[in-house]
């Protein structure tokens, strides 16, 4: 017996030397109902439209839902938007980054072929050692700048036609693709993208204070990309405080529910910065 699949068929075929038939079985699951996801995130998700500032995709895969299935090998096509520009030669496999735990693939050989339009590029990947089960984690890595004309607002990556997960055997693996959307800024710290980095998005940031999200995943007010709304993003806040110009006079302070925890964050920054960066106390 042999099995073949396309276009979300597969056909069997069964050959003795009496007979021979094909059996041919259409899946009645699309893939919004597949169990396996290959996807991007960008890292951190919020990014400036500066045209310098180099930043981080990540292309992903998630196996968890294939109760314990195999998987052997994935590739992709992966597509940056317009207003984007790949690094030249800034690409590269998730081995050897600072989680190696979260490589779905983990010592695995990787091709590369990057091809035209100059913001495309096809990646393969192959498991040579042995198969992975019941794992969520980076796949690929790509280096790029967000261009000065771009669009503030959401904005994903996108995976093109080749994109697949495949078992032990080489047969495909169902999945959905899914493209977590990062958010482009004028100013890194604008969360509201008004053009300005004042109280609104410090009460974004003190509003979600200690929130987390699993991976791929990340909370609202998480600037610096870590998953956890903590220091690191009100000192991202605090570091551009009033860059831009005020859409509307500014509040004299925080939120009263608020104000409390913005005192003491601030004062816990002062110990690693200089105090005309806190807004506290001008």
């Not at 314990?68 to 317009?82: I, M, N, R, S, Y």
């Not at 192959?126 to 503030?152: C, E, H, M, W």
């Not at 980095?197 to 974004?204: H, P, S, W, Y």
């Not at 509307?248 to 601030?266: D, G, M, R, S, V």
């Amino acid at each position: 017996m042999r099995r073949f699949h396309f276009n979300d068929c597969y056909a069997i075929l069964f050959y003795t030397p009496a007979t021979a038939a094909i059996a041919v079985i259409c899946a009645v699951a699309t893939q919004a109902n597949a169990d396996a996801i290959i996807g991007t995130y960008a890292q951190p998700n919020v990014l400036v439209a500066d045209g310098t500032t180099v930043y981080t995709a990540w292309v992903f895969a998630d196996n968890t839902g294939l109760n314990g299935e195999l998987t052997w090998g994935a590739q992709h096509d992966f597509f940056l938007p317009p207003y984007a520009t790949l690094i030249p030669g800034g690409f590269g496999t998730a081995f050897g980054k600072p989680d190696p735990a979260r490589d779905f693939f983990e010592g695995s050989p990787m091709i590369f072929e990057t091809f035209s339009p100059p913001n495309t590029v096809t990646g393969r990947l192959v498991n040579q050692a042995d198969q992975v089960s019941n794992k969520a984690g980076d796949l690929q890595f790509y280096r790029f700048t967000i261009n000065t004309d771009a669009p503030l607002g959401q904005g994903n990556f996108d995976l093109g036609p080749n994109t697949a997960l495949s078992d032990p055997a080489s047969a495909p693996q169902p999945f959905t693709k899914q493209n977590i959307p990062f958010t482009v800024t004028a100013f890194q710290g604008d969360l509201n993208l008004d053009g300005f980095v004042g109280i609104e998005d410090l009460n974004t940031v003190l509003g979600n204070w200690n929130a987390s999200a699993s991976f791929p995943n990340s909370p609202t007010g998480d600037v610096s990309g870590d998953r956890f709304v903590g220091i690191e993003d009100l000192n991202w806040i605090l570091g551009n405080w009033n860059a831009g110009t005020s859409p509307t006079p500014a509040p004299l302070a925080p939120e009263p529910a608020t104000a409390a925890l913005f005192a003491i964050a601030c004062m816990a920054t002062l110990r690693r910065r200089d105090n005309a960066s806190c807004p506290c106390l001008r």
